[in-house]
């Protein structure tokens, strides 16, 4: 019954056109920001690879489960590059696995900030899975299709504004609202990716010269959809280790630590539901593990989207 339950509700944000956000859900959005903005790209003094793990109602069969692969760099001219791999199981009939490919341009607005503009073109293919629901009305024409995969093509724009202790900046995802074209498409319109904002930013501020503190905001919509937000605030003691919570509305409240060592980093994050979804499972799981690849020589930024701390042109380590 659960297993019906989850399919019936993945479903329904399909197949309600764009009555519902499409893609999933980042706990740790601060920790890598290009998966939020494709204007991140190029962005920092380091070039990140950065892999993720996020399972949804942790212990529920079939919950909801994503993978991502990510990493971008600065190239010379201002330009900037950067892709995404990932695959999202929406727990049930519904999964997207899919690669962005990112490119940016970046201007210096003064001696300290500059501001990034990143277009990111999206191809994925969208399964749905037809013979795994119980459904209660057989001649339902959206649950006819059996099973379904479609190529699916669309690009995602984001501009960013940053400096040394703050950025803030807006992305508009999936901006084409290509078509599905699912065979059962049984409704007056056809079924479309659903285009999806994004406002973000965030601030750090240091306490003493071993701590330092940062909030941050995500605001996300569709166009048919409620406004959801994420407040989340973030203690980081040495550039170390840190700790901090997350809230999001209506949705669920969020532990979140991580720590970082040489050139490798780690994050976490738990997070208990706080909506009727906790009858499923009141847990869900993100982890996030990462690479800093130095840039040295001509390669180097003087601007750097909330960057490290460059303590020489063969050693960085990160302001997280």
């Not at 994004?198 to 909030?215: A, H, R, V």
């Amino acid at each position: 019954m659960k297993r019906l339950l989850l399919t019936i509700l993945a479903a329904t944000t399909l197949y309600t056109c764009v009555d519902a956000q499409q893609l999933h859900r980042r706990t740790q959005f601060v920790f890598n920001t290009y998966l939020v903005n494709p204007a991140v790209a190029g962005t920092q003094v380091y070039s990140p690879i950065m892999a993720s793990y996020r399972n949804q109602w942790t212990g529920f069969d079939h919950s909801p489960v994503t993978y991502s692969l990510s990493g971008h760099t600065l190239l010379p001219n201002r330009l900037g590059v950067g892709a995404i791999f990932y695959s999202d199981d929406s727990g049930g009939a519904i999964s997207r696995t899919g690669a962005e490919i990112t490119g940016t341009y970046h201007v210096d607005l003064n001696n300290q900030d500059a501001v990034s503009f990143g277009l990111s073109g999206v191809m994925n293919q969208v399964k749905f899975d037809n013979d795994i629901l119980e459904v209660l009305d057989p001649t339902d024409q959206a649950l006819m299709g059996g099973q379904e995969a479609k190529m699916n093509f669309d690009a995602n724009f984001g501009m960013m504004v940053y400096g040394q202790n703050y950025f803030f900046g807006l992305s508009f995802m999936q901006i084409i609202q290509s078509k599905l074209k699912f065979a059962s498409d049984g409704l007056p319109e056809d079924n479309r990716n659903a285009r999806h904002y994004y406002f973000m930013g965030s601030y750090k501020y240091d306490i003493t010269n071993e701590l330092d503190i940062q909030p941050a905001g995500l605001i996300k919509f569709t166009g048919a959809s409620p406004v959801q937000f994420d407040v989340q605030t973030k203690i980081t003691y040495r550039n170390f280790i840190w700790g901090g919570l997350t809230y999001r509305h209506k949705d669920a409240i969020a532990l979140i630590v991580g720590a970082e060592y040489e050139s490798f980093t780690l994050g976490y994050s738990y997070d208990l539901t706080v909506t009727d979804a906790r009858a499923f499972s009141p847990h869900t799981h993100e982890i996030t593990i990462g690479y800093y690849i130095p840039r040295q020589g001509g390669s180097f930024v003087s601007k750097s989207l909330l960057g490290p701390r460059v303590l020489s042109r063969s050693r960085i380590i990160s302001n997280k």
